[in-house]
Nanobody, 123 residues
Framework: QVKLVESGGGLVHTGGSLRLSCAASRFNMSYYDIGWFRQAPGKGREGVSCIGRGNGATYYAESVKGRFTISRDYAKNTVYLQMDSLKADDTGVYYC????????????????WGQGTQVTVSS
C-alpha cells in the first residue's frame, strides 16, 4: 500500500523553527509532485508549498515565502519542509501529499495523503 508519513510537528514559540519530514513507502517520490498543505482550526486546507519532480520547481504560498523551504532527499525518499520564523497563524495540521500527475499546489490535484502532523505556534 502506497503510504506517506509525516513527522516533526510539535509546539514551538513564535519565532521558532520546526522541520517537517514526509517519508514515502512503497513508491518512489522522485516520480511524484509532493506538496505540503495545512488546515487551521475552522478553516479549509491550503497549499503551503509544493515541489515538482524532475527539475524540482518549487511553489510557496505568499504567507510563507522567505520563511519556509521545501526540499527533497532522493536517497532517503523523503521531502522536508523547513519552517523558520514561525507565527501563530502557522498553527494547524500539516499534511504531506503526492501526485503522480503534474500538479499545481491545490489539494484537489493530489491523490495520496499522509495522516498529518500537528504544528502549534504559541505567542
Amino acid at each position: 500500500q502506497v503510504k506517506l508519513v509525516e513527522s516533526g510537528g510539535g509546539l514551538v514559540h513564535t519565532g521558532g523553527s520546526l522541520r517537517l519530514s514526509c517519508a514515502a513507502s512503497r513508491f518512489n517520490m522522485s516520480y511524484y509532485d509532493i506538496g505540503w498543505f495545512r488546515q487551521a482550526p475552522g478553516k479549509g486546507r491550503e497549499g503551503v508549498s509544493c515541489i515538482g519532480r524532475g527539475n524540482g520547481a518549487t511553489y510557496y504560498a505568499e504567507s510563507v515565502k522567505g520563511r519556509f523551504t521545501i526540499s527533497r532527499d532522493y536517497a532517503k525518499n523523503t521531502v522536508y519542509l523547513q519552517m523558520d520564523s514561525l507565527k501563530a497563524d502557522d498553527t494547524g495540521v500539516y499534511y504531506c501529499a503526492g501526485s503522480g500527475l503534474q500538479a499545481v499546489c491545490v489539494d484537489s490535484d493530489f491523490g495520496t495523503w499522509g495522516q498529518g502532523t500537528q504544528v502549534t505556534v504559541s505567542s
